[in-house]
């Protein structure tokens, strides 16, 4: 935002260096880009005045000028032909310097002394706009009463510095001259002059010159005008040019330069329409039809589309609403009758119609931003007191004002010691009501509760921390007081899971398996192809949004379909064998509701293959790792589809399932494309990780010698060795050492549905050697509570 400092000055009582405002604002919020003197650009050029004119002795085309500069009489040699006596010029003295680099010096013309050089509109680098009569050729010719000697900056508003404030995108409020003049006046804690809008109209009513409807009011929220008639077009007064130049505008004449003055002070971006050229006297607010057209006061035509916002007549589209004017809609130097509109637009509204026709003007870079849908009106009356005050036009009795409501002024309650907890410093509650109070927000303050009423040019503003932000940076950050940083120095640690993982891991590598990475996305075909049922909950899944494909629609619940894939991408890729592990999140939604996040469960999964691989190296490795943690399991059949109903089982501990593993089922191995023997194995990393770890006990190597016992079996074909080996333990005498399957056999010499199993007990006492009737009797002791399991010994 550049602001003019002799513009600022109008508003805010401040004697101050430059450097001092601009410390000021940068303490309280505001980084400057830039400052720009425009002093600087020319020196020692002031207003003369002539008195005498003689013809050049020695040359027919030189002038001899004496003139009046001030306290001052100079001669001059110059060759214009428009001078005349008593013609106020500009003088460029001895030593001085142009705004187009030149260097004036003192020195001789044919002989003839010259102190200085008398300055055209092009040597000033001035143009019609900038002063009348600036680009006539010869000698510019003032056209106001200046007192001899005055300095030339100052009359063609050169006496002014430009500061270039830097504003975030949450403060468009300060995209205007008053928002910045009200940021000066509380960091000075100095009044803020406001304009207070006051003029007189002619009666009438202004609904007798325009009909205005807005057809879409989620674009355009408010919409706002007025009418003049008997509009005096003429120029604008100086310090309106000189303040328009110095923000980089091009005055015009006082219609469209007060359109463009308000926009600067107030914010508020406004338009001027001819109403001659208002077909059917009317103004639609609606959006634009596809394949329309528009000119705009640039010269260049666009097509406009439906995803645009117009502001129509009867006929078409007289403005892009926000934007820029329809080149027939502009102010002519024959006006008669103008309608003032402001309103406000939505935001993106305008961002994306600007952005799609590659139009970007001040007003459109003001409506991106968010104007103050309560500024609308006070930038209506700001314009028409400046009609009234430059006689530009009769002003017509009348509003019209299309909303939908205007919203309430927002109210937050904070504490004041809220307010200093959070910032560090005790700042008196008092002054925070003061603070804020001078920025517009009305503050009431009862005992330490603090009331505001924040204005509605703040949406920045929602909650106590914003609060707390407008009062330590008008406050000062300089209040708070550095202090070294202090607190326990912590070793960083893995978390407990991680450490669990990363053993697992550790123990898994030993056995020769292979870690493999998946996507957490899979497709909703996988639960077919493991043939899971319809009711199974591993059906109920987090599905995404936006998914890159079919194949990646929905989070896993299991990990054994992404198994199966790599150990199918090995097969087709000719490699005979391997043992593989995914160690990685499942995703269980917890309810229907989408806003739900699913939990994130660590699972484990194995797969072996190759021509080595069977069901009991999966368990051994499956055991192995339980008892990283202890988990010594019992082993039972499962009823998993994927799997081969008579290879599969699930591991328990204290009747809970800690893993389920088996042969993959021939159907199910078909459908990934896979034509061998597969092993996988799914494991509860997070049951694992929440074991509270046993006390290890450690002993000392034994003394004395062990007795092993041969014990074969015949049983049912049907019961689980798991359950003859837990009767042995049960039913064992305590110095029962181990125990361990050493055979299984089915064949012609057991009878028809039996199996004989054979066990080698160990027996030791740590206290002493065991003789061999006290291990007899315990033998004939299990022997007896096998029977009851049906268990004969074999002959």
């Known amino acids: ?95 001085s310097h142009l705004p187009n680099g030149m260097h004036i010096k003192k020195g001789k013309l044919r002989g003839v002394d010259s102190y200085g050089m008398l300055c055209s509109g092009e040597e000033l680098c001035l143009k019609e706009w900038d002063y009348p009569g600036a680009e006539v050729n010869g000698i510019l010719i003032l056209k106001d009463e200046y007192p001899a000697g005055t300095d030339m900056r100052t009359v063609i508003g050169l006496d002014d510095i430009i500061i270039d404030f830097s504003v975030t995108a949450n403060r468009p409020d300060c995209q205007s001259m008053l928002g910045i003049a009200r940021e000066v006046a509380v960091a000075f804690n100095t009044e803020l002059k406001l304009p207070q809008p006051q003029y007189k109209t002619i009666g009438g009513n202004v609904h007798e010159y325009i009909e205005v409807s807005v057809e879409d009011n989620d674009l355009c929220p408010r919409y706002y005008g007025r009418v003049v008639t008997n509009v005096r077009i003429a120029q604008s007064p100086d310090w309106m040019k000189k303040f328009l130049k110095a923000a980089g505008m091009r005055p015009i004449n006082n219609i469209v330069d007060i359109t463009n003055f308000v926009m600067l002070e107030t914010g508020q971006p406004m338009h001027a329409f001819d109403l001659r050229d208002v077909s059917g006297g009317k103004i639609v607010v609606r959006r634009a039809h596809d394949g329309e057209t528009m000119t705009t006061l640039d010269g260049n035509e666009h097509k406009l589309s439906k995803d645009m916002l117009a502001i129509a007549d009867a006929e078409k589209p007289s403005c892009l609403a926000g934007i820029m004017g329809s080149l027939d809609s502009g102010i002519k130097d024959d006006t008669t009758t103008i309608f003032f509109e402001s309103a406000k637009f939505r935001r993106d509204s305008v961002r994306r119609t ?107 503003i929602e909650g106590s921390a914003d609060i707390a932000e407008e009062v330590i940076r008008i406050y000062g950050y300089d209040h708070i007081v550095a202090r070294p940083m202090y607190g326990a120095v912590v070793r960083g640690r893995k978390s407990h899971k991680r450490l669990c993982a990363d053993r697992i891991k550790s123990r898994l590598i030993a056995h020769g398996l292979y ?218 005498w305590h110095n029962l050492e181990s125990i361990a399957l050493f055979d299984v056999y089915q064949g012609e010499q057991i009878e028809k549905g039996k199996k004989s199993v054979a066990y080698r007990l160990t027996f030791r006492s740590a206290q002493s050697t065991l003789k061999d009737e006290d291990v007899d009797a315990a033998l004939n002791k299990i022997i007896i509570k096998l029977k009851d399991k049906g268990c004969i010994l074999r002959s």
């Not at 101050?16 to 940068?26: A, F, G, Y």
């Not at 799914?682 to 006390?695: D, F, R």
């Open 515 to 732: 870690e493999t990475m998946n996507y957490s996305f899979i497709s909703k075909k996988a639960f077919d192809m493991l043939d899971l049922p319809e009711d199974d909950s591993r059906r109920q899944t987090v599905s995404l949004l936006n998914p890159l494909g079919e194949e990646y629609s929905v989070m896993r619940t299991q990990l054994i379909s992404s198994m199966l894939n790599v150990i199918s991408l090995n097969l087709n890729r000719k490699i005979p064998g391997a043992r593989l592990f995914e160690l990685n999140k499942v995703f269980l939604p917890k309810s229907d509701n989408a806003d739900d996040l699913p939990d994130e469960v660590l699972k484990l999964s194995i797969g072996l293959y190759g021509e080595e691989e069977d069901f009991f190296t999966l368990k051994g490795i499956v055991e192995d790792v339980l008892s990283l943690f202890g988990v010594v399991p019992g082993f039972k059949a499962s009823k998993e589809p994927f799997l081969h109903p008579g290879r599969q089982a699930q591991a328990l501990y204290n009747d809970e399932i800690f893993a389920v593993m088996g042969e993959v089922h021939p159907d199910t191995a078909e459908r990934f494309g896979i034509n061998t023997r597969v092993y996988v194995a799914q494991i509860s990393v997070e049951a694992l990780a929440g074991i509270k770890q046993p006390l290890v006990l450690y002993r000392p190597l034994p003394r004395f010698p062990a007795i092993e016992r041969d014990l074969a079996l015949v049983c049912d074909r049907n019961l689980a060795v798991a359950e003859i080996e837990s009767t042995i333990k049960n039913f064992a």
């Open 354 to 460: 600007a952005r799609t026709l590659g139009l970007r003007t001040e007003s459109s870079a003001r409506f991106e931003k968010g104007v103050d849908i309560l500024n609308v009106e006070y930038a209506m009356e700001r314009a028409l007191q400046l009609i009234y005050e430059l006689d530009a036009g009769d002003i017509v009795d009348g509003i019209i004002d299309c909303n939908q409501g205007l919203p309430d002024k927002r109210i937050i309650t904070v504490l004041a010691s809220d307010v200093n907890s959070l910032l560090g410093i005790e700042i008196p509650a008092e002054t925070m009501a003061d603070i804020l109070n001078r920025l517009s927000i009305t503050t009431t303050l009862l005992g330490d509760k603090l009331t505001c009423a924040v204005p509605s040019f703040r949406d920045d």
């Open 1 to 95: 935002m550049k602001v003019s400092y002799n513009w600022l000055r109008r508003y805010v009582d401040i004697d101050v260096s430059i450097e001092q405002l601009c410390n000021k604002m940068v303490q309280s919020g505001f980084e400057v880009d830039g400052i720009e003197d425009l002093s600087k650009s020319m020196s020692n050029v002031v207003v003369g005045r002539v008195l005498t004119i003689e013809k050049h002795p020695d040359a027919d085309r030189l002038l001899i000028c004496q003139l009046d500069v001030g306290q001052q009489q100079l001669q001059i040699v110059t060759g214009a032909d428009n001078l005349f006596e008593g013609a106020l010029v500009p003088v460029a003295l001895h030593n």
